[in-house]
């Protein structure tokens, strides 16, 4: 929906440009003509020849002609290709108008409109570069054309204007790409801000009625533990991960707002060996085998292990959950150059398409069917605090490779 309703924006924007240089077009063209041909040809006292001379009054119907087919096109929703119609229409009939004129002839090259200046300085409004290279060879390409087959060097000074006008154009070209390029970086975090600032009241609101009930059980949990010491090994467990689902409702509280990290020097590979225990079981339900590979020794990192635990508890789950029948995850730790942690995940489960891929990590977007999406958020989130880098690769079919990369010393 988001993207329909950007591209239908880009087209109204296209119109609306297409139309304004439509209207300069014919009036500049026509405009140029008689003030050339009429007022500056009759005060000078010289004749009119332009209706007797190459394409003469056919030239101005071929050019009105091209108006019913750019209007066609912009009713059919295609506004993009008006532009390349109208700029290489001209050129066509401009190569063709002077040929006639000139060629098996002695006059000296003197044509061209103004309008071909228009084609130019107009082309940064459409924020397109192609275009922008379209007009600059076409335009030029024409006059080294008619120079060479006409063999008249007075060609070059209209080149050496347009190469003039295309350095100052395209130097606004690269200005407007970049001032939208900058605009829409800021009204993307701008939208993903009101969304976290949506979950955090969201969170905040139904917080405390989370916590009633995981203190009950956190309470039971620890006085079982006390009553029965020796009968289960599993009350460690449950008591921390109570005090970890307790700490995903914090996050999220928080996930909207600014907060400092307390950074500690922590031991990746107890991190992820922690995290494995965590998520065994579940991977033995699905008939999945965890293979680690550590790549050390590896040196402690700065980091809050509270959050980076519970970032590889949602990536192993993830994989986990991808292979429907069973599978291989391939862990690997290793320390890249530079003084980066490198942490990647790869599974062997149903893969997800690149379409999808740069949506993961917003707010309630999901390809589980009963998920919700806040887990890679609030992983991608944690990263990002942790002035890391957090990148997914995957292929239908073929599985997903997930890579964390963290910095080892926090500044």
């Not at 010491?229 to 009350?235: K, L, W």
Request: glycine share 8%; net charge positive; aromatic share 14%.
């Amino acid at each position: 929906m988001k993207e329909g309703f950007r591209n239908q924006k880009l087209i109204f924007e296209e119109k609306k440009a297409i139309k304004l240089f439509l209207w300069l077009f014919y009036i500049i063209y026509f405009s140029f003509d008689f003030f050339y041909y009429y007022i500056y040809s009759f005060s000078n006292g010289k004749k009119l020849t332009i209706l007797h001379e190459g394409l003469g009054i056919w030239l101005y119907f071929l050019l009105i002609g091209l108006l019913p087919i750019g209007v066609y096109f912009l009713k059919k929703g295609n506004p993009y290709i008006v532009k390349y119609l109208f700029l290489y229409g001209y050129i066509l009939f401009d190569i063709i108008d002077c040929l006639m004129i000139y060629l098996g002839t002695t006059k000296p090259f003197a044509t061209g409109n103004v309008v071909e200046i228009l084609f130019i300085v107009f082309s940064p409004v459409f924020v397109n570069k192609r275009f922008f290279w379209n007009v600059t060879l076409g335009l030029i390409g024409k006059d080294l054309f008619l120079g060479i087959i006409l063999h008249d060097y007075r060609v070059l000074l209209p080149v050496l204007i347009f190469a003039i006008i295309d350095a100052i154009a395209f130097i606004l070209l690269i200005r407007f790409n970049s001032y939208i390029d900058s605009l829409t970086h800021v009204l993307d975090e701008l939208r993903q801000k009101e969304k976290l600032a949506v979950i955090g009241q969201m969170a905040a609101a139904i917080g405390h009625e989370i916590r009633n009930p995981l203190s009950s059980l956190k309470g039971f949990t620890q006085l079982q533990k006390e009553r029965y010491p020796n009968t289960n090994d599993f009350y460690p467990i449950m008591i921390q991960e109570i005090d970890r689902i307790n700490s995903i409702v914090n996050d999220l509280m928080y996930l909207g707002k600014p907060r400092a990290i307390e950074y500690v020097k922590s031991n990746i590979e107890e991190i992820i060996a922690y995290t494995l225990s965590i998520t065994q079981q579940q991977a033995e339900r699905h008939a999945v085998v965890m293979e680690t590979l550590i790549e050390g020794p590896l040196p402690p990192i700065d980091c809050d292990a509270k959050q980076l635990k519970q970032v590889f508890i949602n990536l192993f789950k993830n994989a986990i959950e991808a292979m429907t029948e069973g599978g291989k995850i391939k862990i690997n730790a290793k320390v890249l150059k530079g003084q980066k942690m490198y942490i990647s995940i790869q599974d062997e489960g149903c893969g997800i398409s690149e379409e999808v891929i740069p949506n993961l990590g917003e707010p309630f977007y999901t390809t589980k069917k009963d998920g919700t999406g806040l887990g890679l958020m609030v992983s991608n989130q944690i990263i990002k605090d942790h002035k890391g880098s957090f990148n997914i690769r995957s292929h239908i079919g073929k599985g997903t490779k997930v890579e964390v990369i963290l910095p080892i010393f926090q500044n």
